[in-house]
């Protein structure tokens, strides 16, 4: 690979041992995909967990926190994901069960060396965007997914040591999608029908990304005849990482780089595959339950936004939750916190709802708290919350948001349209 | 024996047995870290320690998980020698240049075809070459 002056200071250890580590690992995985040089990064934003860390993870965090400054110093805007819990709704959910723990010596760790401590997601339009055409380096996956395909910044996956390491250089190895050839479009989709909510569109991003599933491949979505919102094309994005582990996508004449198809391929479009709504119905149909007692109504997967936690304040309309069903709306804590400033929070909770901060809720302790609370049946506006409960033994239906709403009133599983 | 050539890769030269399916490849999914044995019983490979082995699979599948369990399972003991892949993601090359773990990827051929359970293999990434000495 080709390196600038300061590059080439970092890797001769000019510029203290944990650029030096993070350089000579970069470059590694570099070679590895043919980068020819680095790219700069606006910022790195990390999330960790102590189940993947692993007592080797922290160790290594750990011994790299403890370093002298000039050994350990940061080179760009470093975020480290530390959104605590909630602890009042963690007394009601798992009583008990101490949360904190490793997890939190890790985010501790990194903050030790300069990383701010947020919680904000740009996803989830908690903290501001990087522009188009900049290069990033997040570790997150919905957030890679959203951040090329929605705002055209550029980042690849950048797991656990790859996020450090970019956080030590401010900048990544130029492979992947930091380069135009790759970013264009592999596979042609054309939807006949129109995927009316979030469900719909989750569906979608589950039937594409469950055809294609390579983080190589771009898939163009053609034929969408009313233009999908940002929270939408959210939960697109989200199944197609989830479901087929895609770092980016098209949809023609929405996204900013696809403005017709031939802009999205670089070239005329291959054969299509067509995507029908008797295909959406038909995934929906893999989770069925209409009449079914409910346990509980989980929205997350995307975390709510501010808009949308309106609309379930609306839509509650001054009615109670069934005294049978737990309805659970996770949302980050700027949101949760901005909500009880306008008192939407107040009125969910008056109706027997809880706004939950923190982790989602498929990524904390939803197995556990199916077994401590005992519940089977789950409904959801987000079909990655769908496919990932079902793995912890719920029986899930993804529906939308409305729809969870009227089931969590009746306390069985209804259906407005 | 035969000699594959594929795209330069990470890590050092080493000489192994190999263990070979045509699945993919999660370190979440597939394996038991501590036993150090495959423990997903829809894969080919169920039941197999993968321990000192050069495993060769089809694609790397999977999250971010493998980016630090790959240096885990090293540290361990519970780690294959190396690891051929048809195919690679950044998570899985992130996660071999974390642990030095010797891993290469996109070769001439289907690597899963050309090499077979118990052949002995000397993987050298630097060069990008595999040779393969048949068990007879």
Known sequence: MRLTEVEAAMEAGALGKGAAWAIAYQKRVGEFFEAEDFAEIRFAHMITDAETLGASGLAFLEEMAAMPAEDRRLRTLAIVDSRGFDDRAFERLLPGTPLVGDTQRAIDALGRMGAMKAHGYFNNHSIPLPAFGESCAFSGTPTVV??????????????????????????????????DANRRGTDYFKLEGTPKNTADWGAVGAIVGRHLASYWKVPVIDGVAERPDAISLNHLALCLASYGSHAMFHVVGVTPEARDAQDAFGGPPPEPTVVTQADIDAFHREYEGDGEQLDVVAFGAPQLTMPEVYTVAETL??????????????????????????GIAQQIEDAGGMLVHGPDFFATFAKEIRAAQ??????????????ITEGYGY????????????????????RTA | MSVITGHKGIGGQVRGTALVASDNFSTRYDLDLDRGVFSRRAHKLFGESYVGRVLVLNAAKGGVASAWMLREMVINEKAPLALL???????????????????????????????RTGDTVLVDPQAGRVTVEPAS
């Open chain 1, 146 to 179: 959203y951040a090329n395909s929605m705002v055209g910044v550029r980042s690849n996956f950048e797991a656990g040591p790859s996020a450090i390491a970019a956080m030590l250089t401010g900048r990544v190895p130029r492979y992947g999608f930091h380069l």
């Open chain 1, 317 to 342: 309309a001054g009615r109670r939750v069934h005294e049978n069903t737990t309805l659970l709306v996770y949302t980050p804590l700027e949101i949760k916190e901005a909500c009880h400033r306008a």
């Open chain 1, 374 to 387: 005992g519940w089977t049946r789950l409904m959801t506006q987000s079909v990655k919350t769908a496919n």
């Open chain 1, 395 to 414: 029986v899930p239906v993804a529906a939308p948001l409305e729809d969870c709403i009227e089931s969590a009133v009746a306390g069985r599983i209804v």
């Open chain 2, 85 to 115: 892949l048809n195919d690679a993601n950044p998570v899985m090359a992130q996660g071999a240049a974390f642990a030095e773990l010797p891993f290469m990827h996109r070769f001439e051929t289907d690597i899963t075809q050309a090499i």
